[in-house]
C-alpha cells in the first residue's frame, strides 16, 4: 500500500510546464503551438527526451501519437494509461491539454525517484491534434485510435493552406511505423484544466466530470454575386456575407429556442474576397453544437438547417453544408469518478462531480475503457486564450490526485 504522503514535486512540474510554454510562446503570455508545426514537433522532440530520461519504452504509431510505457510487475496485465495534448489553440493557454501530458509525467517521474514498483504497467500518451483547430475535427488522433475514425481520412483532412494531415505528419518526423490501433487498456485517467467557471465560483479544488458533452461539428459554404460596392443597387444583390451574418445569428439563438441544456457557436469565418469595396461572394463558416442529450443536438441541427435553406433561398445564396463530425457524449466509469472524488477527499483537496462542456481525447478513450478525468480550477474560467492560468498550487494539487489515482488501479488486478 503505498503511503498518502507520496506527493509529487510541484516544482518540477512547474518548471517542466514553464519550459513547454516556452516553445511557441506569444507576446500575450500565451502559446501558439498548433499540430503538426515546428513548435509541435519541437515540443513532441523535448516530451520524448523526458522519457528517454525515465527509460520507458516509446513508441510512435501512424497518427503521431506518442506512447510511453513504464514496465510493471506483470506485463502481461493491460496498462493504466494516462495523457491529453501538446498542441494548442491559435493563441491557446500554457496549461490546455499540457498539464495533461506533464502530470503524469511527473507522475512517472516520482515514481521512479522513489523507487516504486506496481503490478500493472503504466502508460503516457500524447495525442495528435486534440485541438482541431488547424485540421478538424478535433480529437481526431484518439479518435483513430479508438477505432472510431478512420486513418486515411484523417490524412486527407487539409487545413486552410489545403496542406495535408498526414503529409505535415510526415514531414515533421512523427508518421510512426506502429499501426494506430487500440490496446487493451486497465483504465484511463486525463488530467486537465477545467476552461470554464464551475470549480472557481464553488470554491473547490478538484473537479470529476460525470462524462463530456456530445460534440457535432458543421462546415456551412455561401455562394453569392461579387460585385462593385458603389454602383450595384442594394435591391437584388446577393451577397453571401449578409446571408451568413443572419444564419449565425440563428445558431446564436439556438440552445434557447431548444430549451434544452446545449451551446452552439459560430467560431470560424472566412469571407472572400474580402475587399471593403467589392460585394462578398464566398463565406466558409463553421457551427460547433454541444449537448448532454445527442438527440437535443441532432434536433437543433436539423432545426437551423431549415433556416439556413430559408435566408440562402431569400437572398439567392446558394448553401452547401457539411456534417463534420460528430462525436457523442461521453458518460465515464462511474466506479473511476467516484475513485478521483475519493482520493481527492483522502488527500485533503475540496472536489466537486460535474460535466465537461470541453471536448477531450477521453471522449474516444472512454468507448475503450473505463475512463474518468481529473479538472482544476480555471482562474477567471478563462481558456483557449493567452491568459489562460492555473495557479501552481492547483496543478500540484491535481497532479497528487492523478498519482493516487493511478497507483490505485496500478496495483489491482
Ligand atoms: O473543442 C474542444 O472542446 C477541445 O478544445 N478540442
Ligand atoms: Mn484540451
Ligand atoms: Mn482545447
Known amino acids: 500500500m503505498v503511503p498518502l ?15 513547454m510554454a516556452r516553445i511557441g510562446a506569444t507576446p500575450g503570455g500565451g502559446v501558439q503551438r498548433l499540430t503538426l508545426t515546428d513548435e509541435d514537433k519541437q515540443a513532441r522532440d523535448l516530451f520524448i527526451s523526458w522519457l528517454k530520461e525515465l527509460d520507458l519504452a516509446i513508441t510512435v504509431d501512424a497518427m503521431g501519437n506518442i506512447f510511453g510505457k513504464r514496465p510493471g510487475q506483470n506485463n502481461d496485465l493491460p496498462p493504466v494509461m494516462s495523457g491529453s495534448h501538446i498542441d494548442s489553440q491559435p493563441k491557446g493557454g500554457r496549461f490546455d491539454g499540457i498539464l495533461g501530458v506533464m502530470g503524469p509525467l511527473e507522475v512517472l517521474r516520482t515514481l521512479h525517484a522513489n523507487n516504486i514498483e506496481t503490478k500493472r504497467p503504466i502508460v503516457i500518451v500524447n495525442w495528435t491534434n486534440e485541438e482541431g483547430s488547424r485540421f478538424a475535427p478535433a480529437m481526431v488522433a484518439s479518435g483513430v485510435w479508438a477505432g472510431a475514425l ?7 483532412r487539409t487545413d486552410i493552406r489545403n496542406k495535408k494531415l498526414g503529409e505535415e505528419l510526415e514531414r515533421i518526423g512523427y508518421k510512426g511505423n506502429t499501426a494506430c490501433n487500440k490496446f487493451p487498456v486497465h483504465c484511463y485517467y486525463e488530467y486537465h484544466i477545467e476552461q470554464g467557471p464551475i470549480l472557481e465560483r464553488e470554491g473547490k479544488t478538484i473537479g470529476a466530470p460525470k462524462g ?3 460534440l457535432h461539428w458543421y462546415d456551412i459554404y455561401l455562394e453569392g454575386e461579387a460585385n462593385q460596392v458603389g454602383p450595384t443597387p442594394m435591391e437584388g444583390r446577393h451577397d453571401a456575407l449578409c446571408a451568413a451574418a443572419e444564419m449565425i445569428l440563428k445558431v446564436n439563438l439556438l440552445p434557447e429556442k431548444m430549451g434544452g441544456n446545449m451551446v452552439a457557436t459560430v467560431g470560424e469565418i472566412q469571407n472572400y474576397p ?8 464566398k463565406v466558409h463558416f463553421t457551427v460547433d453544437i454541444r449537448s448532454w442529450d445527442d438527440d437535443l443536438a441532432l434536433r437543433a441541427w436539423e432545426d437551423v438547417k431549415q433556416d439556413f435553406q430559408a435566408i440562402a433561398d431569400r437572398r439567392g445564396c446558394p448553401l452547401g453544408m457539411e456534417e463534420t463530425w460528430r462525436v457523442e457524449h461521453s458518460p465515464f466509469d462511474e466506479k473511476l469518478v467516484q475513485r478521483v472524488l475519493n482520493t481527492a477527499e483522502r488527500l485533503g483537496y475540496s472536489n466537486l462531480h460535474m460535466v465537461s462542456g470541453a471536448g477531450h481525447d477521453a471522449s474516444y478513450i472512454n468507448q475503450v475503457a473505463p475512463t474518468a478525468m481529473i479538472f482544476v ?13 492555473t495557479t501552481w498550487q492547483d496543478c500540484e494539487a491535481g497532479g497528487n490526485v492523478l498519482l493516487h489515482c493511478i497507483l490505485k488501479s496500478a496495483n489491482e488486478v
Open 212 to 214: 463530456i458533452l456530445c
Open 274 to 281: 474580402n475587399s471593403r469595396n467589392i460585394i462578398p461572394d
Open 150 to 156: 478512420d486513418l486515411k481520412w484523417a490524412y486527407n
Open 377 to 389: 480550477p480555471s482562474i477567471g474560467g478563462r481558456s483557449h486564450v493567452e491568459v489562460e492560468n
Open 5 to 19: 504522503d507520496l506527493k509529487i514535486d510541484g516544482n518540477r512540474l512547474r518548471d517542466s510546464l514553464e519550459e
